[in-house]
Nanobody, 111 residues
């Protein structure tokens, strides 16, 4: 059974930064790719960023150059550093490992 617990969300002004964390348990974390997704009110959940077991990354066009995904395999933790935040980044952010999702963490960016 995989458990994922996100943290680090909050309210920030446009242009600010937040760092999200996702603590994983129940699997050998380092063997798998992981990703961040987000869901804004009234919209479908969308891909944000992913990182492979070897550290290769890819990003949605909307966050390229502003967000950085990383992982610490020793701590079984996934991160998302978010800089230059925009109001349109407001959403609940979820991490994903295999077919499992965390409970999400709310990010709200005020104009």
């Amino acid at each position: 059974q995989v458990q994922l617990v996100e943290s680090g969300g909050g309210l920030v002004q446009a242009g600010g930064s937040l760092r999200l964390s996702c603590a994983a348990s129940g699997r050998t974390f380092s063997r798998y790719a992981m990703g961040w997704f987000r869901q804004a009110p009234g919209k479908e959940r969308e891909f944000v960023a992913a990182i492979s077991w070897s550290g290769s990354t890819n990003y949605a066009d909307s966050v390229k150059g502003r967000f950085t995904i990383s992982r610490d395999n020793a701590k079984n933790t996934l991160y998302l550093q978010m800089n230059a935040l925009k109001p349109e980044d407001t959403a609940v952010y979820y991490c994903r490992l295999l077919g499992y999702w965390g409970q999400g963490t709310q990010v709200t960016v005020s104009a």
